[in-house]
Nanobody, 126 residues
């Protein structure tokens, strides 16, 4: 399984970015995918997650600003980020788990996921 993120970049506060995560080498009918971020010196943080039925979860810090979506036909996960803030600056990673056992309680935990991408940097300036 290979996950490849793209779409990161530098933007001013209030701006928008759309991240993509292309998945190769798997075709699961049941799965959960998530976006995480990690700023220098900080722990990896769960941002949002989606399952095979499009059920989503969001961290409080991004609710109303970020939207996760997927195109199953393209095996691609997206993260639309609006109203970006300097505190959103981080490396963003996508991850997948080929089942969703314990989804509600575990979606934001990095250890719960099986496969990870290499990350894409998002920098928001004030």
């Amino acid at each position: 399984v290979q996950l490849v993120e793209s779409g990161g970049g530098s933007v001013q506060a209030g701006g928008s970015l759309r991240l993509s995560c292309a998945a190769f080498g798997y075709s699961y009918s049941v799965y959960c995918m998530g976006w995480f971020r990690q700023a220098p010196g900080q722990e990896r943080e769960g941002v949002t997650s989606i399952d095979h039925d499009d059920y989503t979860r969001y961290a409080d810090s991004v609710k109303g600003r970020f939207t996760i979506s997927q195109d199953s036909a393209k095996n691609t996960l997206y993260l639309q980020m609006n109203s970006l803030k300097p505190e959103d600056t981080a490396m963003y990673y996508c991850a997948v788990r080929p089942d969703c056992r314990g989804y509600s309680g575990s979606w934001s935990l990095s250890w719960w996921y099986s496969y990870w991408g290499q990350g894409t940097q998002v920098t928001v300036s004030s």
